[in-house]
């Protein structure tokens, strides 16, 4: 009896940066035989500073990019991508891979991950998410940064819902949202999570929703 191939697992990337970036980095990326293409999200930036503040320019547009890449690749590609494109100054980028759970199409690529995920064992950071109605983002960042948080990145969405009901978690569907990603270092998750659900008031129904991700290496924080 032959033996069944072993499946391969999958990363997805995160890149984060200035706009105008996400293009170069796909292009770069897949002629570095990293990842076969991505996604490119629109974005927001904050910068805490009080003179930025003063002037009215503590929100830089940004650009996430996401792609999927195999497993053993990942590490690699955080680390070429962040020293092509200068991570290690500081307000050009960061860049984070989580493990997928299932994957499915790029190439005809599938990837069911039928045991416990392994991601982020070894990393120092979660990444935070929080969806909250539009004009609220500001607010999370704010709590959070409260609880030791250096700033976040707020993505504009939407509620999405199904035809036989009017609400998805608890909250309205079809208003525009605002999706916030905070990177924080483990020790400090359970502070800012407790501040946002408190200064926000998430637990009460129709007020937010957040969920963790263990980042599984991350490039670019320092």
């Keep these: 009896m032959e033996n069944s191939p072993v499946p391969k697992e999958y990363q997805v990337l995160y890149i984060i940066v200035n706009y105008g970036l996400a293009s170069k980095i796909i292009k770069y990326?897949?002629?570095?035989?990293?990842?076969?293409?991505?996604?490119?999200?629109?974005?927001?930036?904050?910068?805490?500073?009080?003179?930025l503040e003063l002037l009215?320019?503590?929100?830089?547009?940004?650009?996430?990019?996401?792609?999927?890449?195999?497993?053993?690749?990942?590490?690699?590609?955080?680390?070429?991508?962040?020293?092509?494109?200068?991570?290690?100054?500081?307000?050009?980028?960061?860049?984070?891979?989580?493990a997928a759970k299932e994957f499915w199409g790029g190439h005809n690529h599938s990837y069911g991950n039928t045991e416990e995920s392994r991601g982020g064992e070894d990393s120092m950071y979660d990444a935070i998410f929080v969806v909250v109605d539009r004009g609220k983002a500001e607010l999370v960042i704010d709590a959070a940064t409260k609880a030791g948080s250096r700033g976040g990145t707020i993505i504009n969405a939407r509620g999405s819902g199904?035809?036989?009901?009017?609400?998805?978690?608890?909250?309205e569907?079809?208003?525009?949202?605002?999706?916030?990603?905070?990177?924080?270092?483990?020790?400090?998750?359970?502070?800012?999570?407790?501040?946002?659900?408190?200064?926000?008031?998430?637990d009460k129904p129709g007020k937010g929703i957040i969920f963790i991700q263990a980042v599984d290496k991350a490039y670019g924080l320092n």
């Design 56 to 98: 009215g320019l503590t929100e830089i547009r940004k650009e996430i990019v996401l792609m999927v890449t195999e497993r053993a690749k990942a590490a690699r590609a955080l680390e070429e991508i962040g020293q092509k494109f200068k991570f290690n100054k500081p307000h050009t980028g960061i860049g984070f891979s989580i």
């Design 173 to 202: 569907i079809e208003p525009e949202k605002e999706v916030v990603l905070i990177l924080a270092e483990k020790k400090l998750t359970e502070p800012i999570v407790s501040n946002i659900r408190e200064e926000l008031h998430i």
């Design 29 to 51: 990326a897949k002629e570095r035989s990293l990842t076969t293409g991505g996604t490119v999200i629109p974005g927001i930036g904050t910068i805490k500073n009080r003179l």
């Design 162 to 171: 199904i035809h036989e009901t009017s609400k998805l978690f608890a909250m």
